[in-house]
């Protein structure tokens, strides 16, 4: 396998949690003024960790990635956070 194509499967695993993290981050932005810019970069980080770790928790568990039942837990962990960082 070439770095390149590394690099681009490391990317596919990585962009679901990506993806919902830029959601759960700017939505709620978009609805009323957020925090300081320092807050906001390191909410959005602690959403991307999170959603990584579940992938990762995921692939080792079901010894495969892309099952239904990681995305799931990706959006619960994700929303519950998300959740958490915007009520406190």
């Known amino acids: 396998m070439t770095p390149l194509a590394f690099l681009l499967h490391i990317a596919g695993f990585i962009a679901p949690a990506l993806f919902v993290a ?4 700017t939505v709620p932005r978009l609805r009323r003024a957020g925090r300081g810019r320092q807050g906001a970069r390191l909410e959005a980080f602690m ?8 992938l990762l928790a995921g692939l080792v568990f079901f010894e495969r990635d892309g099952k239904m039942a990681i995305y799931a837990a990706l959006v619960a962990v994700q929303g519950t956070l998300a959740w ?5």
Do not use: D, I, S
């Open 84 to 88: 958490w960082l915007h009520r406190r």
């Open 47 to 54: 959403l991307v960790v999170a959603g990584v770790v579940v």
């Open 22 to 25: 830029l959601f759960l981050w």
